[in-house]
């Protein structure tokens, strides 16, 4: 059973940092896309960041570039976003999934809250 775990959420101010991670469990992930996605309250899901497990080669969404970084461990099936420069528009429930070959997403966490105050 595939399962994406998600944790490191928490308050911050406005300005702060704060890590996430996703372990990842249950099927090799070579071939997958591993992404971090957010949703605030009343807004659709949108996309943040994403890396492909075989290539390291990632994206990010234009909000957050040159903010947030997103990495991964192999050895631990862990993929992590680092969050600096925290704004209170970053508030949301974070959800890590993940596509195989860059497709739909098929699998995801149950997600985490990050509460950014101003």
């Known amino acids: 059973q595939v399962q994406a775990v998600e944790s490191g959420g928490g308050l911050v101010q406005a300005g702060g940092s704060l890590r996430l991670s996703c372990a990842y469990s249950?099927?090799?992930?070579?071939?997958?896309?591993m992404g971090w996605f957010r949703q605030a309250p009343g807004k659709e899901r949108e996309f943040v960041a994403d890396?492909?497990?075989?290539?390291?080669?990632?994206s990010y969404s234009d909000s957050v570039k040159g903010r947030f970084t997103i990495s991964r461990d192999n050895a631990k099936n862990t993929v992590y976003l680092q969050m600096t420069s925290l704004k209170p528009e970053d508030t949301g429930v974070y959800l890590c999934?993940?596509?195989?070959?860059?497709?739909?997403?098929?699998?995801w966490g149950q997600g985490t809250q990050v509460t950014v105050s101003s």
């Open positions: 999934g993940g596509a195989l070959f860059s497709g739909a997403y098929d699998f």
């Open positions: 249950g099927r090799a992930f070579t071939s997958y896309t």
């Open positions: 890396i492909a497990w075989r290539t390291g080669r990632t």
